[in-house]
């Protein structure tokens, strides 16, 4: 056990990085005439529409359940044909819509709760489906700001990830010698999956761990013969087992957390990998925050509503004040930085100055403070 003379002087930083992140990487990939780029809370369902605009009348059904409950005034879809005919549900929140859908279903407070079982079922493969090809398309191993970032990362940092996508898990292998997917996510995630190639490096004793706490695009759980499997996927993609990806729903309350299900959004991976798999690696997240001496927001805004984040930084935060006697640094990148700093200020009675503020991942990584 560290003693509070050792933590104290930790040269730890975490970096957590929200849907931002990978946004403002600026990664996009071509889907035919269109440019699709990673997508946020409140342009997922644009970026859906440009990536299946070759067979939009899929997301029809879809479509139509949300529009019941989050644009009854558009109860039909535009005359148009390709990306546009659903132009309507473009800047909707997916993060309300699967929040919805998960209480409806959780509850069966609902005549449609089959419909919107469905829809939501329907929702995760498309998105699945978008994020796989953007995992894979556009050349994102050679992303000039998430290799700055990789090279920035020392063997004592931790990356906390909300994001599913692999392209800065691509970048990492590429550019960190002391990175392998085979044990590069965790502790937690190394005892209950296996690599599906040989890891070809040992595991060195400092690395920098990727901890996605929503689960990843190449984490894929089924069940062969009646015996469940957890496997890593080589190449950044769930191939043919887009059906048993291992993630969490982009929602506000996450019961996953807490070791109980949720089916709105299908079964999947979720459901072949053990009920203690999410609280584990949030706890594992949870101990790597609490020995950091700064901590990065990068592309994450605080919802007010996700306690499960809030409660996690709380802890802790907390944690490093007993054992150290001072909280961390914080820094903040994003478009609206200052009031984001408001919020972290009012959430957890920590003051981010302006030169911890940064506008974008360009500006913050290119900035002597990323150094």
Known sequence: MATKKNKSKSRKIAYVLGAGFSFGSGHTALVGKHKVGMPLQSTLFKELCKFHYRKIKRLDKTARTIR??????????????????????????????????????????????????????????????????????????????????????????????????????????????????????????????????????????????????????????????????????KDWHPGARGDDVVMMPPKMIKPEVWGRASDAAGSGGKTHVSDDFYPRLWTEAEDQLSRSRRVVFIGYSFPPADFAVSNMLRRAIAAMKVDTGRFPEVDIVDPNAAELAERFKQSFAIHVPIRNQYLSVENYLTSKRAK
Request: hydrophobic content about 40%.
């Open 68 to 233: 019941k409950f989050f644009s009854p005034n558009t109860y039909r879809a535009s005359r148009g044909k390709g990306a546009s005919r659903h132009r309507d549900l473009f800047g909707l929140s997916v993060e309300e819509v699967v929040t919805f859908f998960d209480e409806v279903v959780t509850n069966r407070v609902d005549t449609s709760t089959p419909d919107i079982q469905e829809a939501a079922q329907e929702l995760q493969a498309l998105t699945v489906e978008l994020i796989s090809y953007l995992s894979v398309n556009g050349n994102p191993g050679m992303n000039r700001l998430l290799r700055l970032f990789a090279k920035r990362l020392a063997q004592t940092d931790v990356v906390v990830s909300f994001n599913w996508d692999t392209i800065l898990d691509r970048v990492l292998m590429n550019n960190q010698r002391d990175w392998h997917p085979g044990w590069g996510y965790g502790t937690t995630v190394r005892e209950q999956f296996s690599y599906a190639a040989r890891p070809g490096r040992a595991i060195p004793k400092k690395y920098p761990r990727l901890l996605k706490l929503h689960g990843s695009i190449n984490w894929v759980a089924f069940l062969e013969n009646d015996t469940p499997i957890q496997l890593i996927a």
